[in-house]
């Protein structure tokens, strides 16, 4: 659930990276203004609202992020999950992305704007020099790499990808390129690792603050679903803005 924070509790928190941060967060304080099963909708859109009157002029588009703080959940002996899920508005349209391809491939990412590409020789050429193939899979937020050439990965390159989690989403011929590097765009995920908090963008300032409500709803009815005890597992959430794309 949904509550709004005491009134003695800052609404805005000033960074050294001058983000500011509007809370959401769930305790029984507030059990009498909404139900344990739902968010409280009025409170979120106030919130959402909030975080865009108070936004300032950059000079590059902000990402609407959200924090989930979780309770009762033990890392080490608890079972981790991990999900994704495709959110109806795209939260994050700069991510960066590079395919690897085959010839076929190659010639349908050249059509796509933004869209960088690498082919085989291509990443023969670091000779599997870790420094350089990190430094050139850093620049991206997201790898796409024909099927066939997912198997000859490691080989050419190491198991450097894997460690520095940029191992590439694999992408057949059965499938529109442009549809799945929408969807890639479009997707956010959540993993337990070893802390309590996780976070994902759900938006950016170019939509509407009803668009953000939505994959905002989406994203939190999600989570819970991975949660052994939904929304009990909720303890906060916040909604704040950061620079574009998250990684």
Known sequence: MIRRPPRSTPLYSSAASDVYKRQVSTQST???????????MDFLREAIHNVYAERKERKFLETVELQVMLKDYDPQKDKRFAGSVRLPHVPRPKLKICVIGDAAHLEEAKKIEGIETKDLEGLRAFNRVKK???????????????DSIVRQLTKVLGPILNK???????ITHNESLAK???????????????????????????????QVRQNVTMSLNFLVSLLKKGWNNVKTCLLYTSPSPRD
Not at 132 to 146: E, Q
């Open 164 to 170: 520095i989690n940029r191992f590439p989403i694999a």
């Open 132 to 146: 350089d193939i990190k430094k050139w899979a850093k620049k991206y937020h997201v790898l796409l790499c024909t």
């Open 30 to 40: 507030w059990d009498t203004r909404v139900a344990m099963s739902k968010l409280n």
């Open 180 to 210: 799945k590097i929408d969807e890639v765009k479009s997707s956010v995920r959540f993993q337990l690792k070893k802390v309590l908090c996780m976070g994902t963008a759900v938006g950016n300032l170019e939509l509407s603050e009803e």
